[in-house]
């Protein structure tokens, strides 16, 4: 493939960026690589390591001069960061971010822009619950969705954020702020505040030692818990700012499980067959989609994706 953008700023560099980085170089799509975090010791690491072309220590060097700035540090840090490079921002770049919540940070980022800069904010739905600049991988983004929340921005620099991502292995499609952020808050941030709460339940629970708890995990903890292994700072961000979306799901499950809840203490099996009749036909709708396999490994095949 050919050069997409002569030079790529990435701001943070943990899992996010640690991936965009090696899946560009993997494809040839940026003339160089240019990156910054906010601790010395994490760009130290990724000198070391030899994540992107340069290493430098700010957002605004790194934002100087880049024709495409992609902020992926976590969402309530978005806003701080737009400050800083906006001023430094060259006429005809895009900015863009892969933050998990979308409206919140179109509204922290956007008024920070100067005119003539593209903001055409992305959400990549691929991810682990490492984090840091050594937890990326280059095919984080093979076949998962990349969601580009464009509003009104110029189709010509979509197009061209659009074949990056599509670069990098990701399957591309555009929606509204507000319907991003209620799909995620279905498929993403409602689970992961579940996962939360099981893991906790289960440390709370007195008798059951944790060491039963690790023990007998395969039965169905352990997937909670890697999910509940995530980084904290992300998701506290992600709840605080995707809260409207978040309570309204929440709310709605609360529901169902007083549904079910019923059924369990009145013995309605035929309920409690059918709920989880229909449930099964999702996860398969899932694996047809080639979003997840089948395959049960139960712990046993090393894997770096999530
Ligand atoms: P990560 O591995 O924890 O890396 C975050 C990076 O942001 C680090 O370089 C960190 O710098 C920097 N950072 C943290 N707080 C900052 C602050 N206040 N000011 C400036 N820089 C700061 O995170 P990640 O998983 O790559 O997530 C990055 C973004 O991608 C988040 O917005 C998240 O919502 C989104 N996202 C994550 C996933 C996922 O599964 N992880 C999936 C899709 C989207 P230091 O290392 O120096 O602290």
Same mark, same amino acid.
């Given at each position: @493939?050919?050069?997409?953008?002569?030079?790529?700023?990435?701001?943070?560099?943990?899992?996010?960026?640690?991936?965009?980085?090696?899946?560009?170089?993997?494809?040839?799509?940026?003339?160089?690589?240019?990156?910054?975090?906010?601790?010395?010791?994490?760009?130290?690491?990724?000198?070391? !390591?030899?994540?992107?072309?340069?290493? $430098?220590?700010?957002?605004?060097?790194?934002?100087?001069?880049? *024709?495409?700035?992609?902020?992926?540090?976590?969402?309530?840090?978005?806003?701080?960061?737009? %400050?800083?490079?906006?001023?430094?921002?060259?006429?005809?770049?895009?900015?863009?971010?892969?933050?998990?919540?979308?409206?919140?940070? !179109?509204?922290?980022?956007?008024?920070?822009?100067?005119?003539?800069? #593209?903001?055409? =904010?992305?959400?990549?739905? %691929?991810?682990?619950? #490492?984090?840091? =600049?050594?937890?990326?991988?280059?095919?984080?983004?093979?076949?998962?969705?990349?969601?580009?929340?464009?509003?009104?921005?110029?189709?010509?620099?979509?197009?061209?954020?659009?074949?990056?991502?599509?670069?990098?292995?990701?399957? $591309?499609?555009? @929606?509204?702020?507000?319907?991003?952020?209620?799909?995620?808050?279905?498929?993403?941030?409602?689970?992961?505040?579940?996962?939360?709460?099981?893991?906790?339940?289960?440390?709370?629970?007195?008798?059951?030692?944790?060491?039963?708890?690790?023990?007998?995990?395969?039965?169905?903890?352990?997937?909670?818990?890697?999910?509940?292994?995530?980084?904290?700072?992300?998701?506290?961000?992600?709840?605080?700012?995707?809260? *409207?979306?978040?309570?309204?799901?929440?709310?709605?499950?609360?529901?169902?499980?007083?549904?079910?809840?019923?059924? !369990?203490?009145?013995?309605?099996?035929?309920?409690?067959?059918?709920?989880?009749?229909?449930?099964?036909?999702?996860?398969?709708?899932?694996?047809?989609?080639?979003?997840?396999?089948?395959?049960?490994?139960?712990?046993?095949? =090393?894997?770096?994706?999530?």
């Amino acid at each position: @493939m050919s050069v997409i953008y002569d030079r790529v700023a990435l701001i943070g560099l943990g899992l996010i960026a640690g991936s965009m980085a090696l899946a560009m170089k993997r494809a040839g799509l940026a003339g160089e690589i240019v990156g910054t975090a906010r601790s010395a010791e994490t760009r130290a690491v990724a000198r070391e !390591i030899g994540l992107c072309d340069r290493v $430098v220590d700010t957002a605004a060097e790194a934002a100087d001069g880049a *024709d495409l700035v992609v902020l992926c540090v976590p969402v309530g840090a978005m806003s701080a960061v737009a %400050a800083e490079i906006g001023p430094v921002l060259k006429q005809g770049a895009t900015v863009s971010d892969v933050g998990s919540v979308k409206g919140a940070v !179109i509204a922290a980022v956007a008024p920070q822009l100067p005119e003539g800069v #593209h903001f055409i =904010p992305a959400h990549p739905l %691929a991810g682990t619950e #490492h984090s840091g =600049p050594r937890a990326g991988f280059a095919e984080l983004f093979d076949n998962r969705w990349c969601i580009l929340v464009p509003g009104d921005a110029d189709r010509a620099a979509v197009a061209r954020l659009r074949a990056l991502w599509e670069g990098i292995g990701s399957n $591309v499609d555009e @929606m509204e702020a507000d319907h991003h952020d209620l799909v995620l808050a279905v498929t993403s941030h409602a689970p992961h505040l579940i996962a939360y709460t099981m893991v906790g339940v289960a440390d709370d629970l007195g008798r059951v030692t944790d060491s039963e708890v690790i023990k007998y995990s395969a039965a169905g903890f352990r997937d909670f818990t890697r999910i509940a292994a995530s980084d904290p700072t992300m998701w506290r961000d992600v709840f605080l700012t995707n809260k *409207d979306a978040t309570l309204e799901i929440l709310g709605r499950f609360t529901e169902e499980l007083f549904a079910l809840q019923r059924a !369990i203490r009145t013995g309605d099996g035929q309920h409690l067959f059918d709920y989880f009749t229909r449930t099964r036909a999702i996860r398969r709708g899932i694996i047809e989609a080639g979003q997840d396999t089948a395959a049960p490994d139960f712990g046993r095949t =090393p894997s770096k994706a999530g």
